[in-house]
Nanobody, 124 residues
C-alpha cells in the first residue's frame, strides 16, 4: 500500500510558475513509476508527465513539453512537478499517481495508487 499526498497548488498568473510536490509513504518508493495527471472541470483526466523508477527518464504530454518538469527524490520519497510559463488552460486538479508496472505509461488505469489532488488555477 502506498499513500500519496500532493501539495503546492494554488492561484498563479499566466506566465508564472508553480511547483507541486507529492510525498509518498508505505512501500518502497523507488520501485514505482510516478506520474502526474490533471482533470479540468467537465473533462476527462489526462496524462501530464511520468518519471521512471530511477528518475533518469521522463515523459511528457505534448501540451506541457518544454514548460513542465517532473523529477523525483527517492531518498525523500517525493516526486515534483515544476510548472513554468503556465497558461489558463493548465487550470485543473493535479493528481500524482504510482504505478507498479515495469515501464512508464500515460494510461491512468495502469496506476495503482492516487493522491487526493491539488487545485491549480491560472488566471489570465
Amino acid at each position: 500500500q502506498v499513500q500519496l499526498v500532493e501539495s503546492g497548488g494554488g492561484l498563479v498568473q499566466a506566465g508564472g510558475s508553480l511547483r507541486l510536490s507529492c510525498a509518498a509513504s508505505g512501500r518502497t518508493f523507488s520501485s514505482y513509476v510516478m506520474g502526474w495527471f490533471r482533470q479540468a472541470p467537465g473533462k476527462e483526466r489526462e496524462f501530464v508527465a511520468a518519471n521512471s523508477r530511477s528518475g533518469l527518464t521522463t515523459y511528457y504530454a505534448d501540451s506541457v513539453k518544454g514548460r513542465f518538469t517532473i523529477s523525483r527524490d527517492n531518498a525523500k520519497n517525493t516526486v515534483f512537478l515544476q510548472m513554468n510559463s503556465v497558461k489558463p488552460e493548465d487550470t485543473a486538479v493535479y493528481y500524482c499517481a504510482a504505478s507498479s508496472g515495469a515501464t512508464w505509461t500515460q494510461r491512468a488505469s495502469y496506476y495503482n495508487y492516487w493522491g487526493q489532488g491539488t487545485q491549480v488555477t491560472v488566471s489570465s
